[in-house]
């Protein structure tokens, strides 16, 4: 692209009045949908700190509690497989303002559910919404940003995601401590309905000039089931989605669900302690993010960063087991962890580049389907390993770990689930056996990443001179 025609598109077309790419307005079309992501990863990762309770209320055992929570993913992953082909067939503006208030509606739904069967449709209601957040904050970024900016846009989209991580753990866990869990969950579903408000007010329809860059006929041809048979039928993608499931899985299962409860057994931690230091994991991701993007970008290499990220996360995970650690050794690991896997924002401009152009939001949404699917087996997966390893020893075991709370003293919520309860009953070993797999399977991505082609930040599908133009 010539510096005339990136001048072109900074202005508004004289002939139809559209906004053009590379203005000011570009950040504030792309700002309010990755606001929606920080939103929606909040709403993800807020029953982490809420577990105990949960379970206490609904008399649920850690396996039945967990696939509860994870009805979010069971019902996330596969939605991404229709969001991006809804994307690129439809745009935006009316996609991101309705899921943000389906994501409302959901946490309004939570907030006063009463049965396990409630409280697991409406964290299915919130995963749909969720669904459209990033893949939308991302899909923005490739209408209103240049191509050469795609790894540094997809890296700030998920720093700011990370925000939301960052205040669904140790700040949600003092609002808890202060309002009541489902206060404070109730508040989140008015904020979810006035973001979609916002968006539909602020995002402009999909402009003609993107349109024109992929050919007619090519449009005419995105079908969903076409689109997905050939994403998926790229054996890349398999490759590419299995080491972004890998590297992102401290976030996806630890952050989001075990991190809090593990850090307590593993190293005798009440939750306040807890949860601020599972959020280091995030704020190695928000400093990371960008800074990652911004040098995948500039060396227009992707391969070495993600063998950053597999290496730097699997060491990391690997100690994390070891019981009784130092907090301060703990905060220490878990923001290098942060910092290694952050590389996973990468993967989304590594899928659009060994895809056709026409496939953009597909790509990315078939790549993060492949990432929560895996999270959401070993979320549940982690949850039935606890009920195999406590139902050895119940009800003979006299051996009791404190239950998880959100409350500093940790006193009011274990002294309302009994020592004979799987929760209290929990030990050391019993988590080092269920997150074992995560390291395990950080080997596996890491030999992966070498099967992985290199794009040097180009599509490597379409020439690279139509690719300027996208």
Same mark, same amino acid.
């Not at 968006?199 to 041809?221: C, G, Y």
């Not at 391969?303 to 995970?317: E, N, Q, S």
């Given at each position: 692209?010539?510096? @005339? @025609?990136?001048?072109?598109?900074?202005?508004?077309n004289?002939?139809?009045?559209? *906004?053009?790419?590379g203005?000011?307005?570009?950040?504030?079309?792309?700002?309010?949908?990755?606001?929606?992501?920080?939103?929606?990863?909040?709403?993800r990762v807020?029953?982490?700190v809420?577990?105990?309770?949960?379970?206490?209320?609904? /008399?649920?055992?850690?396996?039945?509690?967990?696939?509860a929570?994870?009805?979010?993913?069971?019902v996330?992953?596969?939605?991404?497989?229709?969001?991006g082909w809804?994307?690129?067939?439809?745009?935006?503006?009316? %996609?991101?303002?309705?899921?943000?208030?389906?994501?409302?509606?959901?946490?309004?739904?939570? !907030?006063?559910?009463?049965?396990l069967?409630?409280?697991?449709?409406?964290?299915?209601?919130?995963?749909?919404?969720?669904?459209?957040?990033?893949?939308?904050?991302?899909?923005?970024? @490739?209408?209103?940003?240049p #191509?050469?900016?795609?790894a540094?846009?997809?890296?700030?989209?998920?720093?700011?995601?990370?925000?939301?991580?960052?205040?669904?753990?140790?700040?949600m866990?003092?609002?808890?401590?202060?309002?009541?869990?489902?206060?404070?969950v109730?508040?989140?579903?008015?904020?979810?309905?006035?973001?979609?408000? *916002?968006?539909?007010?602020?995002?402009?329809?999909? =402009?003609?000039w993107?349109?024109?860059?992929?050919?007619?006929?090519?449009?005419?041809?995105?079908?969903?089931?076409?689109?997905?048979?050939?994403?998926?039928?790229?054996?890349?993608?398999?490759?590419?989605?299995?080491?972004?499931?890998?590297?992102?899985?401290? %976030? /996806?299962?630890l !952050?989001?669900l075990?991190?809090?409860?593990?850090?307590?057994?593993?190293?005798?931690?009440?939750?306040t302690?807890?949860?601020?230091?599972?959020?280091? %994991?995030?704020?190695?991701?928000?400093?990371?993010?960008?800074?990652v993007?911004?040098?995948s970008?500039?060396?227009?290499?992707?391969? =070495?960063?993600?063998?950053?990220?597999?290496? &730097?996360?699997?060491? @990391?995970m690997?100690?994390?087991?070891?019981?009784?650690?130092?907090?301060?050794? *703990?905060?220490?690991?878990?923001?290098?962890?942060? %910092?290694?896997?952050?590389?996973q924002?990468t993967?989304?401009?590594?899928a659009?580049?060994?895809?056709?152009?026409? +496939?953009?939001?597909?790509?990315?949404?078939?790549?993060?389907?492949l990432?929560?699917?895996i999270?959401a $087996?070993?979320?549940? &997966?982690?949850?039935?390993?606890?009920?195999?390893r406590?139902?050895?020893?119940? =009800?003979?075991?006299?051996?009791?770990?404190k239950?998880?709370?959100?409350?500093?003293?940790?006193?009011h919520?274990?002294?309302?689930?009994?020592?004979?309860?799987? +929760?209290?009953?929990?030990? #050391?070993?019993? +988590?080092?056996?269920?997150?074992?797999?995560?390291?395990?399977?950080?080997v596996?991505?890491?030999? *992966?990443c $070498?099967?992985?082609?290199?794009?040097?930040?180009?599509n490597i599908?379409?020439?690279?001179?139509?690719?300027?133009?996208?």
């Amino acid at each position: 692209m010539t510096k @005339t @025609t990136q001048h072109h598109h900074a202005l508004p077309n004289p002939r139809t009045g559209e *906004l053009q790419r590379g203005g000011w307005y570009s950040w504030i079309f792309w700002g309010i949908v990755a606001v929606f992501y920080l939103y929606e990863f909040f709403v993800r990762v807020t029953p982490n700190v809420i577990l105990p309770q949960i379970s206490k209320e609904l /008399s649920l055992d850690p396996g039945t509690v967990g696939s509860a929570m994870s009805t979010y993913l069971w019902v996330y992953a596969p939605a991404q497989l229709v969001v991006g082909w809804l994307f690129d067939r439809f745009g935006t503006k009316f %996609l991101v303002s309705s899921a943000a208030v389906i994501c409302g509606i959901g946490c309004v739904l939570f !907030a006063i559910a009463h049965t396990l069967g409630m409280a697991a449709a409406a964290r299915g209601f919130i995963g749909f919404g969720s669904a459209f957040a990033f893949v939308g904050a991302v899909y923005v970024a @490739t209408v209103w940003f240049p #191509p050469a900016r795609l790894a540094l846009i997809a890296g700030m989209t998920t720093s700011v995601g990370m925000i939301g991580e960052v205040v669904g753990q140790y700040p949600m866990a003092r609002l808890a401590e202060a309002f009541d869990w489902r206060t404070v969950v109730l508040w989140s579903g008015y904020i979810g309905g006035g973001l979609g408000v *916002l968006m539909f007010l602020v995002i402009p329809r999909r =402009p003609s000039w993107f349109s024109a860059t992929v050919a007619r006929h090519e449009t005419d041809d995105i079908g969903l089931w076409h689109g997905i048979a050939k994403v998926l039928g790229n054996p890349q993608m398999w490759m590419i989605g299995f080491v972004s499931a890998v590297i992102y899985l401290p %976030l /996806s299962v630890l !952050a989001a669900l075990w991190g809090t409860s593990s850090l307590e057994v593993l190293n005798g931690l009440d939750a306040t302690k807890a949860s601020l230091a599972i959020s280091m %994991l995030a704020i190695g991701w928000l400093i990371g993010c960008p800074i990652v993007g911004m040098l995948s970008d500039k060396f227009k290499r992707r391969r =070495p960063f993600l063998l950053l990220g597999c290496l &730097g996360g699997g060491v @990391t995970m690997l100690i994390l087991l070891i019981p009784g650690l130092s907090y301060e050794l *703990l905060i220490g690991l878990l923001f290098i962890s942060g %910092l290694a896997t952050s590389s996973q924002a990468t993967t989304f401009a590594l899928a659009m580049e060994v895809n056709a152009r026409r +496939f953009r939001a597909t790509s990315v949404a078939i790549c993060n389907f492949l990432v929560m699917l895996i999270a959401a $087996f070993l979320q549940v &997966g982690i949850g039935w390993i606890l009920n195999w390893r406590a139902g050895n020893r119940l =009800p003979s075991s006299t051996s009791v770990v404190k239950a998880p709370s959100t409350h500093p003293e940790a006193s009011h919520v274990a002294q309302g689930i009994h020592e004979s309860s799987t +929760f209290a009953s929990l030990t #050391p070993a019993d +988590f080092q056996w269920a997150l074992a797999m995560i390291p395990i399977l950080f080997v596996v991505a890491t030999i *992966l990443c $070498f099967f992985i082609r290199e794009t040097r930040a180009v599509n490597i599908v379409d020439p690279p001179a139509s690719d300027q133009d996208n």
